[in-house]
């Protein structure tokens, strides 16, 4: 309802805010800073993934393309990581905590992604907007296919989470990984990621309609 400015200036600080938690329970060994940070991480990152999508006009080859940037800096962020946990585990949290601030500034004194509403009419403009999006939101959720497709995200996004907690704990306990090698294989896997949304995603949409693709997923 206030425009995509202050929901990307939002989450990239509530970003920075939960990397400022991690970096305090790190820094304390208390784990409550560092559940709320992830969790307060959580909640901005998939924010931002819904204003991003609603930022990309351009169908899905865009969205690919933006979804390959994010494996990129995964896979970046983790080798980064590793590496420097070599050394102090404080200092990755303290760098990612500096780097956090530039999407904020970005964010400050980027372009307009939308129009803001009339200043005569601001108010008025901004409830209907947001009375317009509920009314989609309750809209979508009468179409079974779109309840399909919601709940085989939200267990696919359950599964994931399941299968990288134990999966971290599995290499940690078998095979003695330390922090350092754990962030190189993540930093695999964001370049698997980065890989697959950049070549195989457009193969898929240029060869086959949404449905099959989503089937195939």
Not at 41 to 61: F, W
Not at 93 to 122: E, R, T
């Amino acid at each position: 309802a206030h425009g995509r400015r202050l929901g990307l200036i939002a989450c990239t600080a509530s970003n920075m805010a939960g990397m400022a938690l991690l970096l305090t329970g790190n820094l304390t060994g208390t784990i409550v800073f560092s559940c709320a940070g992830r969790i307060v991480q959580s909640v901005c990152n998939r924010s931002l993934a819904g204003l991003t999508q609603a930022a990309v006009k351009d169908g899905p080859r865009h969205m690919a393309l933006v979804r390959s940037s994010v494996g990129l800096g995964f896979a970046i962020g983790n080798a980064l990581g590793g590496l420097l946990t070599t050394d102090s585990a404080t200092l990755p949290l303290a760098l990612a905590c500096a780097i956090s601030l530039v999407p904020v500034v970005l964010a400050l004194v980027g372009p307009q992604l939308s129009a803001p509403p009339a200043a005569a009419n601001g108010h008025a403009n901004g409830h209907a907007e947001s009375a317009s999006a509920w009314t989609a939101l309750a809209a979508a959720l009468k179409q079974r296919r779109m309840c399909a497709i919601m709940l085989i995200f939200h267990i696919s996004g359950f599964s994931f989470h399941v299968f990288t907690s134990t999966w971290s704990a599995a290499l940690r306990a078998r095979m003695g990984y330390s922090p350092a090698q754990f962030g190189y294989m993540l930093a695999y896997v964001g370049w698997s990621f980065a890989l697959t949304n950049l070549f195989v995603v457009p193969l898929f949409i240029a060869l086959a309609p949404e449905t099959t693709m989503l089937k195939a997923a």
